[in-house]
């Protein structure tokens, strides 16, 4: 089970930072990250992060946006900074599949940037 949080309301040029819990095993040995979606809009992946700490971003994140994790407390982050409008969407954590654990994500926390 993941949860995120840390989703909320603010202007252009701001900076939220969301959290995710990751519940069960095996959090330390799955490469994890972020996609988003926006109403109306097809989803975009946004950033993932291996169990070594490598990061991959798509083009509108990078140098925006800064994903990490804290495997001894499954936790993972995704630092957003200089935010605009086109960033409002309910953003997602998951977990990639492997031959051993399928595809998680969790509810979604809601991003809304204002003008």
């Known amino acids: 089970q993941l949860v995120e949080s840390g989703g909320g309301l603010v202007h252009t040029g701001g900076s939220l930072r969301l959290a995710c819990v990751v519940h069960?095993?095996?959090?330390?040995?799955?490469?994890v990250g972020w996609y988003r979606q926006a109403t109306g809009r097809q989803r975009e992946w946004v950033a993932n992060i291996t169990p070594d700490g490598n990061t991959n971003y798509t083009d509108f994140a990078k140098g925006r946006f800064t994903i990490s994790r804290v495997n001894a407390v499954h936790m993972l982050y995704l630092q957003m900074n200089n935010l605009n409008p086109e960033d409002t969407a309910v953003y997602y954590c998951?977990?990639?599949?492997?031959?051993?654990?399928?595809?998680?994500r969790g509810q979604g926390t809601q991003v809304t940037v204002s003008s």
């Open positions: 998951y977990t990639e599949p492997t031959t051993w654990s399928p595809y998680y």
């Open positions: 069960g095993s095996g959090f330390n040995l799955l490469t």
